[in-house]
T-cell receptor, first 111, second 114 residues
Framework: GESVGLHLPTLSVQEGDNSIINCAYS??????FIWYKQESGKGPQFIID?????DKRQGQRVTVLLNKTVKHLSLQIAATQPGDSAVYFC??????????FGTGTRLLVSP | KAGVTQTPRYLIKTRGQQVTLSCSPI?????VSWYQQTPGQGLQFLFE???????NKGNFPGRFSGRQFSNSRSEMNVSTLELGDSALYLC?????????????FGNGTRLTVT
């Protein structure tokens, strides 16, 4: 598969647990944030997004929290499943589809 | 609806050669972006095209170039290849009307430079 980072931070959880993946972003002017999931051999897959005028947004089994004061983003995955195992990236936008990606976190889910 | 299609899936080239990668966006998407992914640098933005015009560009040397055709398909070209250009090159498309609309990525072209 594709190597997306040899020294990624790793979060190991048991199936059924809730997972929280954190991300710090750099630009206080960023107004749109996205979480992506990347499985081995595939491109990043859109999970959920949030605009800077919000502090929380929920999707199916996922919640994104945005704290603009400390420039922090988190992704919460409820009832984590083995199929959630992947590398997760946060990204901030700096205008016209230019995304700045975080370094990524590897999520390992054990059955 | 078909996703973003990138060809070829794998490429092996020699230093000094040039390479062209192709991307077909999701039908109806007018914005195409290109990213480079390496273990050391992660995902880095190369450039973005909308309606055949480059709207945004990252911090890559001029050896990296791109274009977009009237049917929104895009190509990127890397000339005078260097070993450090070995990477996964990802194309993403979006509707692009607003400055921020979700990007949908293809599965990439894996370029190896020897």
């Amino acid at each position: 598969g594709e190597s997306v980072g040899l020294h990624l931070p790793t979060l190991s959880v048991q199936e059924g647990d809730n997972s929280i993946i954190n991300c710090a972003y750099s630009n206080s002017a960023s107004d749109y944030f996205i979480w992506y999931k990347q499985e081995s051999g595939k491109g990043p897959q859109f999970i959920i997004d949030i605009r800077s005028n919000m502090d929380k947004r929920q999707g199916q089994r996922v919640t994104v929290l945005l704290n603009k004061t400390v420039k922090h983003l988190s992704l919460q995955i409820a009832a984590t499943q083995p199929g959630d195992s992947a590398v997760y990236f946060c990204a901030e936008t700096l205008g016209f589809q230019k995304l700045v990606f975080g370094t990524g976190t590897r999520l390992l889910v054990s059955p | 609806k078909a996703g973003v299609t990138q060809t070829p899936r794998y490429l092996i080239k020699t230093r000094g050669q040039q390479v062209t990668l192709s991307c077909s966006p999701i039908s109806g998407h007018r914005s195409v972006s290109w990213y480079q992914q390496t273990p050391g640098q992660g995902l880095q933005f190369l450039f973005e095209y909308f309606s055949e015009t480059q709207r945004n560009k990252g911090n890559f040397p001029g050896r990296f170039s791109g274009r977009q055709f009237s049917n929104s398909r895009s190509e990127m070209n890397v000339s005078t290849l260097e070993l450090g250009d070995s990477a996964l090159y990802l194309c993403a498309s979006s509707k692009g009307q607003a400055p921020n609309s979700p990007l949908h990525f293809g599965n990439g072209t894996r370029l190896t430079v020897t």
